[in-house]
């Protein structure tokens, strides 16, 4: 069973950090894209692309909104994906998602409603003012 799941979501206080992980499981994954979303409050179903990732290191890319604080890394020999989120500002409050993808690609240009492979089930970030 092909699983994703995501950990490391809580409340800080704004310019605060926490680091988020995705361990993924159930085949292997090293030729899979790997990407970090979130779904903020009062946007309805849409996720917002925030980082991306191969475990390669080929493709590394990250929003314009998280440049700078937010750091995207692999720990192959533990398939695990981290999202490091430092100076977090309240507007970083959602739900945070991992993603999995077979096409080897930017993932900031994919349109609204791609389809990626696989999605872990999300945790919840909440940054205080």
């Known amino acids: 069973q092909v699983r994703l799941v995501e950990s490391g979501g809580g409340l800080v206080q704004a310019g605060g950090s926490l680091r988020l992980s995705c361990a993924a499981s159930?085949?292997?994954?090293?030729?899979?894209?790997m990407g970090w979303f979130r779904q903020v409050p009062g946007k309805g179903r849409e996720y917002e692309f925030v980082?991306?990732?191969?475990?390669?290191?080929?493709?590394?890319e990250y929003a314009d909104s998280v440049k700078g604080r937010f750091t995207i890394s692999t720990d192959n020999a533990k398939n695990t994906v981290y999202l490091q989120m430092n100076s977090l500002k309240p507007e970083d409050t959602a739900v945070y998602y991992c993603?999995?993808?077979?096409?080897?690609?930017?993932?900031?240009?994919?349109?609204?409603?791609?389809?990626?492979?696989?999605w872990g089930q999300g945790t919840q970030v909440t940054v205080s003012s």
């Open positions: 993603a999995a993808d077979r096409a080897i690609g930017p993932m900031v240009k994919r349109p609204p409603g791609y389809e990626y492979d696989y």
């Open positions: 159930g085949r292997t994954f090293s030729s899979y894209a």
């Open positions: 980082a991306a990732i191969t475990w390669n290191g080929s493709l590394l």
